[in-house]
């Protein structure tokens, strides 16, 4: 089976400029989560979505959105990036929330980059 | 607020000799504990959890944690380490906030030289 997906692998952006990130689940989950990874820390949690609703939101601006369509596959969209929002983009599958006991599956990550 | 202290950046170790990651929490109620590890360029990769019962948790790759609640510890440990578990290690907590929202502590890099 494949693992959680992640699209694009690396991408470059100007500030000011808008981006959207794809992810597609471990068949069979419905739940998707987006993180957000800053060299040198931990990972912070931005978004989950499970049956195409939001289930929890981290502390990111509104310049952060999110949606999840009928197959369970997920975009993260970014409005007026900032040279702060450069990190690495984790996107991670489970089968429902808290059915895991927050047990995840994580995708290689996009490595966004704002110049 | 709940969060996860990992005090050290980085824990050098010869390959063969024992190894342990230290992890303390701060959570209200019992918590759900997590080891993950990140190879260079790569996902998260789960290695083990806490969620109840027996205190020594067993996890993939050999890998073992100690839950200590009177310490609020997790700390992650190895029999006997190789080179090849060179890598980033993050502690999580789920807050139990009915999502599957994990918080990290800031990761510690072990170094196992040969």
């Known amino acids: 089976d494949a693992g959680v997906t992640q699209s694009p692998t690396h991408l470059i952006k100007t500030r000011g400029q808008h981006v959207t990130l794809r992810c597609s689940p471990i068949?069979?989950?419905?739940?998707v989560s987006w993180y957000q990874q800053v060299l040198g820390q931990g990972p912070q949690f931005i978004f989950q979505?499970?049956?195409?609703?939001?289930?929890g939101r981290g502390n990111f601006p509104d310049r952060f959105s999110a949606r999840q369509f009928p197959n369970y596959s997920s975009e993260l969209n970014v409005n007026a990036l900032l040279l702060g929002d450069s990190a690495l983009y984790l996107c991670?599958?489970?089968?429902?929330?808290?059915?895991?006991?927050?047990?995840?599956?994580f995708g290689p990550g996009t490595r966004l980059t704002v110049t | 607020a709940q969060s996860v202290a990992q005090p050290e950046d980085q824990v050098n170790v010869a390959e063969g000799n024992p190894l342990t990651v230290k992890c303390t929490y701060s959570?209200?109620?019992?918590?759900?504990l997590f080891w993950y590890v990140q190879y260079p360029n790569r996902g998260l990769q789960f290695l083990l959890k806490?969620?109840?019962?027996?205190?020594l948790v067993k996890g993939s790759y050999g890998f073992e944690a100690e839950f200590n609640k009177s310490q609020t510890s997790f700390h992650l440990k190895k029999p006997s380490a190789l080179v090849s578990d060179s890598a980033l290690y993050f502690c999580?907590?789920?807050?139990?906030?009915?999502?599957?929202?994990?918080?990290f502590g800031t990761g510690t890099r072990l170094q196992v030289f040969p």
């Open positions: 991670a599958s489970s089968l429902a929330p808290g059915q895991g006991h927050g047990e995840q599956y």
């Open positions: 068949s069979g989950h419905k739940s």
């Open positions: 979505y499970y049956e195409k609703e939001e289930r």
């Open positions: 959570v209200s109620g019992n918590p759900y």
């Open positions: 806490y969620i109840t019962g027996d205190n």
């Open positions: 999580a907590v789920s807050p139990l906030t009915g999502t599957d929202k994990l918080i």
